[in-house]
Each structure stands twice: as structure tokens, then as C-alpha cells.
């Protein structure tokens, strides 16, 4: 029994001691895979963490798909039922309603052309990806297309409720700009281009002749010639003959030199001028008229122009004053025959009195500077 007890108490001792002993600790075996140490990490690059990013990201708004012609022209009839308080009325009856309708389309602009009951002719460009839309007007003077200040954008205007009952022209291809009429071309040159003989020096002999495209100027050409023919071309009375031109919207204005170059004893002018509207010759105040001034303007350029001209060079002070004074009562159209100079001045060829005596002279006088020509 005590040996029983004894063993018992060696057991129980044994297992203490199993219990107290320390556990070794194995070491892990080496991965395959390399280890990144501290000093690798600190050389390396910043880490990737797109795999911390979501796989789907949401996406921004899409753009708007391209305007449709349809989608204009129902947002540009909104617009004008939003602009025109009484349009409906003017549909209803108006004689001369509004129209529009789409003039051009393209990938990039859609446009439609807009008539009033005024008349007035606008264009309206509408960006066919944004919406946005500036206008040109249509003007006379020019014959062209103007920008305005009138902006907007069609798409605003697509879902405005509701959408009155549209009266709008069918598109059209093509172009509505009316064509202005073409101007008359007016044309001067020589119909009779010979040599005069004076003082057995050969000069030159020139009669004029104008072609206007759809008139008959034949009247007008026909006097020219048999009034300046009349001169001779040899002998004692040979004559130089040469002319000058200007023509403006209405009138072709024809200034004729006939001259004795040999013996300078004689100068003579002849003015020739010709409506453009009827091919016609036209004198004095009709003349005035087509510069566009009136007889009595014209006149007070005459008298202007006479008080600066003294009868000629190194006139006395008293013979030039009785030769104005004189001068001014020859405002009329029996001594004054006014024409176009080729400079574009309203000028006149003037009877006038001169210094010595009591003779005359044809001068030529330049009414807008108020000086000879």
C-alpha cells in the first residue's frame, strides 16, 4: 500500500513537470514568393490602389442628340407664337400673313427663312447639335444679309404647351432673295474719229456717240453728229473738236471742246446730256433735277460762284466789281448751261461778261468749288 502511494505521487509529479516545460516554437518555413523588406519599401513608387476603385464609375450626362428638322420647326413655331402676341390673328386675317419654312438644312445648320406681314425677310441659323440660334435680316439698299441683335435657343422652346396650330410654308430649295434689277451699262465712245488740218498741223477730230443697254439713244447720237459735223475740217474755218465725259446713276453728261488752236481766237463748248432712263437728251433744270438739287439751289451756286470771278486775271478793283455786278443778272438759263465735270461736280459753261468792253466770253465754271473749271 505504501508502494502504491509513492508511485501515484511520482505520476502526478511527472505530469506537472510536462506541464510547466516551455512549448519550443518550430520556425516557418521560407515562402517561395520574395519578401518585401523596410528598405524596399522605402525605394519604391507609390503604391496602386486602383484596385480600391470601384469597377463601374457613373457616367456624366450624355450630350443631346442633333436637332431633327421636325424638332426646329416645332421649336421655332413655339417661338413665334411666344414672340408674336397676335400672331394668330395676323394668320387669320392678314391678307399678307406670316410664312416660314426651312430654306437649307446640313449636318451642321438647319435655317429657316422667315417672311412677315411687313415684308421684312429674316434668316434664323440654328445650331442643329446645340439649339442655339442668331438672325440675319434681309435689307434692300445692300442687297444683302445683315446680323441682328435677336438670339434664342430652338430646344427651349420644342416642349412649350401648347403648341398653337401652325401655319407655316412648305420648305422651300430655293433661294427667295429676289434678284435686284441689273443697272443699264452705259457706254461712251467716238463716232467719228478723223483729223482736222489748222494751220497745216494735224489735230484731232472727235464726235461722241453713247450706247445705253436697253435704250434707244439713237435721237440723242443723231444730233451730236449733225450739230458737231458742221465744222470744218480743213481750211479757214477748221475746227479741233475733242470732248470729255462723267457718268452717274441717271446721267451721261458729255462736255465737247471746239477750238482754233492755231490762232487760240476761238473757244466754244457744247453740252450734251442723256437721261439713263430714257436714252433721251435732257437740258438745264432737267439736268439740275437728276444731280439731285433744285433750280433754286442751283442757282445760289451760280451766284456764289460769280462773285469769286473778277473777268480774268489782275482785273482793277473797280472794273472787277462792275463785272460781278453785271455777271449777277446773268443768272438764268440763257447764259448758263449746266453739266456733270469729270471730276463729278455739278459744273456750268457760263456767257459772261469779261474785262474790256463790253464783250463776252464762254467759260467754264466749276459750281460746287465756286471757281472756272
Known amino acids: 500500500m505504501k508502494r502504491f502511494r509513492q508511485a501515484l505521487l511520482v505520476f502526478f509529479c511527472a505530469v506537472l513537470l510536462c506541464a510547466c516545460s516551455p512549448v519550443p516554437v518550430s520556425k516557418p518555413q521560407e515562402s517561395s514568393e520574395q519578401t518585401t523588406t523596410v528598405s524596399q519599401v522605402k525605394t519604391t513608387d507609390t503604391p496602386d490602389f486602383s484596385e480600391m476603385i470601384p469597377e463601374s ?6 450630350p443631346a442628340k442633333p436637332l431633327t428638322d421636325e424638332e426646329a420647326m416645332t421649336g421655332f ?15 387669320d386675317e392678314d391678307k399678307i400673313p406670316c410664312t416660314w419654312g ?20 429674316l434668316r434664323y441659323h440654328i445650331n442643329r447639335k446645340t439649339g442655339k440660334t442668331y438672325v440675319t435680316q434681309y435689307t434692300v439698299e445692300t442687297n444683302s444679309f445683315y446680323r441682328t441683335r435677336e438670339t434664342l435657343n430652338v ?39 478723223k483729223t482736222s488740218i489748222i494751220g497745216g498741223k494735224k489735230r484731232p477730230y472727235k464726235i461722241p456717240k453713247v450706247s445705253i443697254s436697253g435704250r434707244n439713244t439713237n435721237a440723242a447720237n443723231k444730233k451730236i453728229k449733225n450739230e458737231l459735223s458742221k465744222y470744218n475740217l480743213k481750211g479757214a474755218n477748221a475746227r479741233e473738236i475733242t470732248y ?25 463748248y457744247k453740252v450734251y446730256n442723256i437721261a439713263i432712263s430714257s436714252g433721251k437728251l435732257v437740258k438745264d433744270s432737267k439736268v439740275v433735277k437728276l444731280y439731285g438739287i433744285s433750280n433754286k439751289k442751283f442757282y ?15 482785273v482793277p478793283d473797280s472794273d472787277a466789281k462792275k ?22 461736280n ?12 463790253s464783250g463776252t466770253a464762254i467759260v467754264l465754271f466749276d459750281a460746287e468749288r465756286k471757281s472756272v473749271y
Open 244 to 268: 470729255s465725259y462723267h457718268v452717274t446713276d441717271k446721267l451721261v453728261s458729255i462736255l465737247v471742246h471746239i477750238s482754233n488752236t492755231d490762232t487760240d481766237s476761238y473757244n466754244n
Open 300 to 314: 445760289s451756286m451760280v451766284k456764289r460762284t460769280f462773285k469769286y470771278y473778277r473777268g480774268g486775271s489782275s
Open 77 to 91: 413655331t413655339n417661338y413665334l407664337y411666344f414672340k408674336i402676341k397676335n400672331l394668330q390673328k395676323i394668320l
Open 155 to 193: 430646344r427651349e422652346y420644342i416642349n412649350k404647351k401648347p403648341t398653337p396650330t401652325p401655319y407655316a410654308i412648305k420648305p422651300s430649295t430655293t433661294n427667295p432673295t429676289k434678284k435686284p434689277t441689273s443697272k443699264p451699262k452705259v457706254k461712251v465712245s467716238t463716232a467719228v474719229d
Open 102 to 121: 426651312i430654306a437649307s438644312s446640313d449636318k451642321n445648320e438647319i435655317m429657316i427663312m422667315f417672311r412677315s406681314n411687313t415684308g421684312a425677310l
Open 323 to 344: 463785272i460781278i455786278k453785271a455777271n449777277l443778272k446773268r443768272v438764268s438759263y440763257k447764259y448758263v448751261e449746266p453739266y456733270i465735270g469729270k471730276n463729278g
Open 57 to 62: 464609375v457613373p457616367s456624366e450626362t450624355e
Open 346 to 357: 455739278l459744273c456750268f459753261v457760263g456767257v459772261v461778261k469779261c474785262y474790256g468792253g
